[in-house]
């Protein structure tokens, strides 16, 4: 037998007959399947399992609410608890503007901001970059102005004036961390010139074949530009994301990485130890300058509450005698009370910045409430002068009739500085500088365009028209006597020639037509958005087509539909022209607003200055609008009934020419104001068109003093009115009032010794001349 016949046998041996196996494999296979559905009927979820598990994820739910409680809690600032208080009624009282400011040629003055020219966004950026403008054009200051370098901003730094480093605190006790930055120098011109065309040569230069450019660059005047010192972001993470914005509306956001309280820090500490830098540059200066002590920095004017702390900083430099001889005094500039006085830094923020925590905890807990430091207040007492971007807020305050949100927190500051006046109210003015200008404008030069300087000098020879009350800044009175003009002996010396050359130059582009030489110009420059008025454009042109008046539309798309403006055009082709491109622009919008006879401003927007009626002013164009917004004071109505009230002596009556003759006008109307209402509309166009015939077009003479009395108007909303009167005027009396409380300490005996060394040169310099 084989070994497979005996493995069979045994298979098949008789303990398990075939019939009990076949039994058996049934009984198991029944076994297994109801076991099997045993356990599948088990598996099915009854009411206990979910209510476990609704337990379960409300437990889950519990822990998490809280966590997130606690962390919330344990980040959320303490109430701050102010006791309110009643304060003395102070009579406030103005600077004397009958007195010309006695301030120093050539102070210098650093505005610290962090809006300024390219970067602007609200009333605080326009107010800095018109004071500066007009400061610098007066003279009687240099101008600079310290700001953080945004990313868009980058391209427009042209060098690196500086790189310096500051210190904080770490996260260890008594560490100490390097932030190192980068201060940029721009040049910002607000008339920047006209350059030619580029033109570039290859030259070798280190034996490198380079291109080079060889068109002479025209510079600004000096009267023109300012210096712009940019701060940069830190070497060091998160400060190397300070300043991160694609656009100007970008600039006021919050980083994801870095707090906005680190950022103000940082640029306030930043921007003091480059202002220390400059008020103790002594190796900068000439060999051949005055013997006298010349200061780099006399002022720091600080605007806005994020950056009041500059003034902490530059205490502490002048404790430690880091200022030089004859350190900067301090203006503090409020420009938006409500939100200045609720800017507050937690004390972790502040402490992370300061050099000598320890004696600081006690000088600055006086600022310090729920744990929250208030830089308003803390500005306040370390400035020398305070001022307010508003003069009749200002004279509410400290006379009592002005309730401020959380006033507590300065009023006690305010009012000693008021008492010791040195707390003054100096309002926002119109900005003619960082926009094209008649009077200065190359663009106008290279066409032999300009407005000429004996109008302007003739202007202001004339008593100003603006209102005496500061709680009206913006309103021009109209005096009981009347205005006298002697006009020009020369052709190029009147106005209005000047406005016929850009009409024909404008005809040549195909602008205007020929016709236009003999009826009105009327202009709208602006956006084309819904808010400015746009709907009214239909029936407008109708009116000017039937007045036999040219409508020039200029600006840029900016939502209103395009196609209305477009259809508006082809259905008067002969009276009606669009311009939109943003090249076009550039290129015709000077020469639009200076042959412009009338502005037509259908809707300003109440909350800004209504810049298109301003700027149509001072090009001489009279405004038709609805004078709404806060130009309307300055907008003097046409009187329905007396009109051409103007007197003219010709030297020679046989021959009535303009040239040399007197004028005398009672007239003072520099506007065509209209209701909402369809017939105020026609009766407004319907006037200027008959003015524009009867007493402007048939005499030479009437047109210029009409010209002239736009342009009287315009002169009279600036920063800098003329006669040491406006804004800027009134700055330099706070300067020399600032530079009296001073404290310039004594002169140690090595600075003594350089001065004698410093005198000898100069003798030795001399002497070698001679």
Same mark, same amino acid.
């Given at each position: 037998?084989?070994?497979?016949?005996?493995?069979?046998?045994?298979?098949?041996?008789?303990?398990?007959?075939?019939?009990?196996?076949?039994?058996?494999?049934?009984?198991?296979?029944?076994?297994?399947?109801?076991?099997?559905?045993?356990?599948?009927?088990?598996?099915? /979820?009854?009411?206990?399992?979910?209510?476990?598990?609704?337990?379960?994820?409300?437990?889950? +739910?519990?822990?998490?609410?809280?966590?997130?409680?606690?962390?919330?809690?344990?980040?959320?600032?303490?109430?701050?608890?102010?006791?309110?208080?009643?304060?003395?009624?102070?009579?406030?009282?103005?600077?004397?503007?009958?007195?010309?400011?006695?301030?120093?040629?050539?102070?210098?003055?650093?505005?610290?901001?962090?809006?300024?020219?390219?970067? !602007?966004?609200?009333?605080?950026?326009?107010?800095?970059? &018109?004071?500066?403008?007009?400061?610098?054009?007066?003279?009687?200051?240099? !101008?600079?102005?310290?700001?953080?370098?945004?990313?868009?901003?980058?391209?427009?730094?042209?060098?690196?004036?500086?790189?310096?480093?500051?210190?904080?605190?770490?996260?260890?006790?008594?560490? @100490? *961390?390097?932030?190192?930055?980068?201060?940029?120098?721009?040049?910002?011109?607000?008339?920047?010139?006209?350059?030619?065309?580029?033109?570039?040569? /290859?030259?070798?230069?280190? %034996?490198?074949?380079?291109?080079?450019?060889?068109?002479?660059?025209?510079?600004?005047?000096?009267?023109?530009?300012?210096?712009?010192?940019?701060?940069?972001?830190?070497?060091?993470?998160?400060?190397?994301?300070?300043?991160?914005?694609?656009?100007?509306?970008?600039?006021?956001?919050?980083?994801?990485?870095?707090?906005?309280? /680190?950022?103000?820090?940082? +640029?306030?500490?930043?921007?003091?130890? +480059?202002?220390?830098?400059? #008020?103790?540059?002594?190796?900068?200066?000439?060999?051949?300058?005055?013997?006298?002590?010349?200061?780099?920095?006399?002022?720091?004017?600080? =605007?806005?509450?994020? %950056?009041?702390?500059?003034?902490?900083?530059?205490?502490?430099?002048?404790?430690?005698?880091?200022?030089?001889?004859?350190?900067?005094?301090?203006?503090?500039?409020?420009?938006?009370?409500?939100?200045?006085?609720?800017?507050?830094?937690?004390?972790?923020?502040?402490?992370?910045?300061?050099?000598?925590?320890?004696?600081?905890?006690?000088?600055?807990?006086?600022? @310090?409430?729920?744990?929250?430091?208030?830089?308003?207040?803390?500005?306040?007492?370390?400035?020398?002068?305070? @001022?307010?971007?508003?003069?009749?807020?200002?004279?509410?305050?400290?006379?009592?009739?002005?309730?401020?949100?959380?006033?507590?927190?300065?009023?006690?500051?305010?009012?000693?500085?008021?008492?010791?006046?040195?707390?003054?109210?100096?309002?926002?003015?119109?900005?003619?500088?960082?926009?094209?200008?008649?009077?200065?404008?190359?663009?106008? !030069?290279?066409?032999?365009?300009?407005?000429?300087?004996?109008?302007?000098?003739?202007?202001? $020879?004339?008593?100003?028209?603006?209102?005496?009350?500061?709680?009206?800044?913006?309103?021009?009175?109209?005096?009981?006597?009347?205005?006298?003009?002697?006009?020009?002996?020369?052709?190029?010396?009147?106005?209005?020639?000047?406005? $016929?050359?850009?009409?024909?130059?404008?005809?040549?582009?195909?602008?205007?037509?020929?016709?236009?030489?003999?009826?009105?110009v009327v202009l709208f420059h602006g956006k084309f958005v819904y808010d400015a008025g746009l709907e009214s454009?239909?029936?407008?042109?109708?009116?000017?087509?039937?007045?036999?008046?040219?409508?020039?539309?200029?600006?840029?798309?900016?939502?209103?539909?395009?196609?209305?403006?477009?259809?508006?055009?082809?259905?008067?082709?002969?009276?009606?022209? !669009?311009?939109?491109?943003?090249? $076009?622009?550039?290129?015709?919008?000077?020469?639009?607003?200076?042959?412009?006879? +009338?502005?037509?401003?259908?809707?300003?927007?109440?909350? $800004?200055?209504?810049?298109?009626?301003?700027?149509?002013?001072?090009?001489?164009?009279?405004? *038709?609008?609805?004078? #709404?917004?806060?130009?309307?004071?300055?907008?003097?109505?046409?009187?329905?009934?007396?009109?051409?009230?103007?007197?003219?002596?010709?030297?020679?009556?046989?021959?009535?020419?303009?040239?040399?003759?007197?004028? @005398?006008?009672?007239?003072?109307?520099?506007?065509?104001?209209?209701?909402?209402?369809?017939?105020?509309?026609a009766a407004a166009i319907s006037d200027a068109a008959a003015d524009y015939q009867h007493f402007i077009r048939?005499?030479?003479?009437?047109?210029?003093?009409?010209?002239?009395?736009?342009?009287?108007?315009?002169?009279?909303?600036?920063?800098?009115? &003329?006669?040491?009167?406006?804004?800027? =005027?009134?700055?330099?009396?706070?300067?020399?009032?600032?530079?009296?409380?001073?404290?310039?300490?004594?002169?140690?005996?090595?600075?003594?010794?350089?001065?004698?060394?410093?005198?000898?040169?100069?003798? %030795?310099?001399?002497?070698?001349?001679?």
């Amino acid at each position: 037998m084989t070994e497979s016949e005996d493995l069979a046998s045994t298979d098949d041996s008789p303990l398990i007959s075939p019939v009990q196996r076949s039994v058996m494999s049934s009984f198991i296979s029944t076994f297994i399947n109801k076991s099997s559905a045993h356990m599948k009927k088990d598996r099915k /979820w009854r009411w206990w399992n979910f209510l476990s598990l609704f337990v379960l994820l409300l437990i889950l +739910f519990e822990l998490i609410m809280l966590c997130t409680s606690y962390t919330l809690l344990h980040d959320e600032r303490p109430l701050v608890t102010i006791v309110k208080r009643q304060y003395p009624i102070i009579k406030y009282t103005h600077l004397d503007t009958d007195v010309q400011s006695k301030i120093e040629k050539g102070t210098r003055v650093y505005h610290v901001t962090k809006e300024f020219g390219p970067a !602007v966004t609200s009333d605080l950026g326009r107010y800095v970059t &018109g004071l500066a403008a007009a400061q610098q054009a007066s003279g009687s200051t240099k !101008v600079a102005i310290v700001m953080p370098m945004y990313s868009f901003m980058r391209k427009l730094a042209t060098k690196i004036e500086l790189e310096m480093a500051i210190e904080m605190r770490g996260g260890r006790p008594g560490q @100490t *961390i390097i932030l190192e930055f980068r201060v940029f120098k721009m040049v910002h011109a607000f008339n920047p010139p006209v350059q030619a065309p580029s033109k570039y040569e /290859w030259q070798m230069i280190n %034996n490198v074949n380079t291109s080079v450019l060889i068109t002479p660059q025209r510079l600004p005047a000096p009267t023109d530009a300012v210096p712009v010192y940019m701060i940069s972001p830190a070497n060091k993470r998160p400060f190397t994301q300070a300043f991160k914005s694609r656009t100007p509306e970008e600039i006021h956001d919050e980083s994801p990485v870095l707090p906005k309280e /680190w950022r103000d820090q940082y +640029f306030a500490k930043a921007a003091a130890a +480059f202002l220390a830098h400059k #008020a103790t540059a002594s190796d900068e200066e000439s060999i051949f300058a005055p013997i006298r002590v010349v200061p780099r920095v006399d002022i720091v004017h600080i =605007h806005g509450v994020s %950056n009041a702390y500059v003034a902490k900083f530059l205490q502490d430099k002048k404790e430690a005698d880091d200022l030089g001889p004859r350190p900067p005094a301090i203006i503090y500039t409020m420009h938006d009370h409500q939100d200045e006085l609720k800017y507050a830094n937690s004390f972790r923020s502040v402490r992370k910045f300061l050099d000598h925590p320890a004696v600081d905890r006690e000088k600055l807990h006086k600022y @310090t409430y729920g744990g929250r430091m208030f830089m308003s207040k803390f500005a306040v007492d370390r400035a020398d002068a305070v @001022t307010f971007a508003n003069h009749a807020l200002a004279a509410e305050v400290v006379e009592g009739r002005k309730d401020l949100y959380l006033k507590e927190l300065v009023m006690d500051s305010l009012l000693r500085k008021a008492q010791g006046s040195r707390f003054y109210g100096i309002n926002q003015a119109v900005d003619y500088y960082s926009t094209e200008h008649p009077f200065i404008s190359d663009k106008l !030069v290279n066409k032999s365009m300009l407005y000429p300087h004996y109008a302007l000098d003739m202007i202001h $020879d004339q008593p100003l028209l603006h209102s005496t009350d500061p709680s009206h800044p913006l309103a021009l009175i109209v005096p009981n006597i009347p205005t006298y003009w002697t006009l020009p002996d020369q052709t190029k010396d009147f106005v209005h020639v000047a406005k $016929d050359k850009a009409k024909r130059f404008l005809i040549k582009r195909r602008i205007l037509r020929n016709a236009d030489m003999k009826r009105p110009v009327v202009l709208f420059h602006g956006k084309f958005v819904y808010d400015a008025g746009l709907e009214s454009f239909e029936r407008a042109a109708k009116l000017f087509v039937e007045n036999n008046m040219r409508f020039i539309i200029l600006g840029t798309r900016k939502g209103y539909p395009f196609e209305r403006l477009e259809a508006i055009q082809k259905r008067y082709p002969e009276h009606v022209h !669009v311009i939109s491109l943003a090249k $076009d622009e550039r290129r015709f919008g000077i020469y639009c607003r200076a042959a412009a006879d +009338f502005v037509y401003v259908p809707s300003p927007d109440p909350n $800004d200055l209504a810049l298109q009626a301003a700027e149509g002013l001072v090009f001489g164009s009279a405004v *038709i609008s609805t004078g #709404a917004g806060r130009m309307r004071e300055a907008l003097i109505d046409r009187p329905t009934e007396q009109r051409g009230n103007v007197k003219v002596i010709y030297p020679d009556p046989t021959k009535q020419t303009e040239k040399g003759a007197t004028l @005398t006008s009672y007239e003072y109307y520099n506007a065509y104001l209209y209701s909402d209402q369809e017939a105020s509309l026609a009766a407004a166009i319907s006037d200027a068109a008959a003015d524009y015939q009867h007493f402007i077009r048939n005499n030479k003479a009437l047109r210029e003093e009409f010209i002239l009395r736009m342009i009287r108007g315009a002169i009279s909303l600036s920063w800098d009115k &003329g006669h040491y009167q406006g804004p800027v =005027h009134e700055y330099n009396q706070v300067y020399e009032l600032a530079l009296k409380d001073r404290f310039i300490p004594k002169m140690r005996i090595h600075e003594v010794e350089q001065e004698n060394e410093l005198v000898s040169r100069l003798k %030795n310099a001399q002497s070698q001349l001679m």
